[in-house]
Every structure is written in C-alpha cells, then in structure tokens.
C-alpha cells in the first residue's frame, strides 16, 4: 500500500510568485487536507477536500486555493506569495474522517520565499 | 475543539516506558483523543486516538481517565528513534469537514 506522497520535495520562489504543490492521497481514501508549518510551530489547517470540493478551511486568505482530482490527487495552490509563506507544506489523507478515523500525512514540501 | 495542555519536554531513558501526559479539562462527550509525533522536518505520523476506552495498538498505548479530562500515552520500551514531538489533539467526533488543531506539543528526548 503506498502512502501519501508529496512534490516536489523543495522549492525556492520570489516574493509575488505563484506555486502549486503537489500530493498523492493513500490508496483508498477520498479526503485530503493541506496545513501549513512554519518554523518552530505545529502544523496548522489550510483546508480540506472530500469529492472534489473544498468542504472546510482554517484562516488562510482565498489566495490559498486547491483542487481535488476525480483519483482523490490534490493541489495547493497559492498565489501572490509572501516571505510569510516560507514554511513546510503538509498535505494528510483519510477516508472515515467524518466518523472518527485517521489522517496520514506526508513528508511535505519544504517552501521558501525570497 | 477541546485546548489540550502538554509539557514542553519530558526526558526518557531507552529501553523504559514512555508516559506522556495530556491535559484536555474541557473535552465534550464526544470528542476524540488523538496522538501524532513528529520526527525533525517529516510530515506528522499517526499514533493512536480514542474516544473513551482506553486503546493498544503496534505502537502505543492509550489511557484516557474515566472523566475524559486527561489521557497518558505510553511507549512501552523507548528506543532512539522515538525522539521526536509528540502532540495530543482533541477533536470532535463527526465533524468531517475540519483538520486536526495543532499546539507546541511535548518534545520528547530518549536518552542512551
């Protein structure tokens, strides 16, 4: 069974630059849920996808966005992008989510803005 | 969700058990206790959750008190690679459309 995976591994971009990251779900479930780490702090909560629809979002701004592909594939995109963004980016899949099952993450994408 | 209270870092010699204490005075009914550890710059790993039995599984185990107001998470024989941050999480049973709230988490040392 493969688990979730996430690309690129690294990746530099300049301030006001658009990126997208990149993340295979586990076999078998349909949710993915992105967070945000950054450095010296836990991960926290961009937004969730379950059916191809964002169906719940943390406090990012909406120049965060996704998409959620009919494989359960996901992409974050985020747009205009600040020093701020600098973090790792975590992307965590799951298929009973709603009924108390669990969330598997992946190593993530290390990105820095300069 | 339920705030959980950790402490910011425990030491434990390899090869004895592990507990790590979590504090969540505030949990609802129906809650879920979960635990993720994170080794340096890798994603979360999942480790065990429970609602109000405690629970065992290849890992860990999981002891939530009878008022569900604090739960232990013991590693049974340490080893080295079990240094890592350790998060105790709360979250809300068939609330399908949120993710899981991360605080500092308690940062545990296996020392040699």
């Known amino acids: 069974e493969t688990g979730v995976t996430q690309s690129p591994t690294h990746l530099i971009k300049t301030r006001g630059q658009q990126v997208t990251l990149r993340c295979s779900s586990q076999?078998?479930?349909?949710?993915v849920s992105w967070y945000q780490q950054a450095l010296g702090q836990g991960p926290q909560f961009i937004f969730q996808y379950y059916r191809e629809e964002e169906n719940g979002r943390g406090n990012f701004p909406p120049r965060f966005s996704g998409l959620q592909f009919p494989n359960y594939s996901s992409e974050l995109n985020v747009n205009a992008l600040e020093l701020d963004d600098s973090a790792l980016y975590l992307c965590?899949?799951?298929?009973?989510w709603g009924q108390g099952g669990e969330q598997y993450f992946g190593p993530g994408t290390r990105l820095t803005v300069t | 969700d339920a705030k959980t209270t950790q402490p910011t870092s425990m030491d434990c010699a390899e090869g004895r058990a592990a507990n790590l204490p979590c504090n969540h005075s505030t949990i609802s009914g129906n809650e879920y206790v979960y635990w993720y550890r994170q080794i340096h710059s890798q994603g979360p790993q999942y480790i065990i959750h429970g609602l109000k039995n405690n629970e065992t599984n290849e890992m860990a185990s999981l002891i939530i008190t009878e008022d569900r107001k604090s739960s232990t998470l013991i590693l049974p024989h340490a080893t080295l690679r079990d240094t890592a941050v350790y998060y105790c999480?709360?979250?809300?049973?068939?609330?399908?459309?949120?993710?899981?709230?991360f605080g500092k988490g308690t940062h545990l040392i296996i020392q040699p």
């Open positions: 999480i709360v979250r809300l049973s068939g609330g399908g459309a949120d993710g899981l709230t």
């Open positions: 076999s078998g479930h349909n949710t």
């Open positions: 965590a899949s799951s298929y009973f």
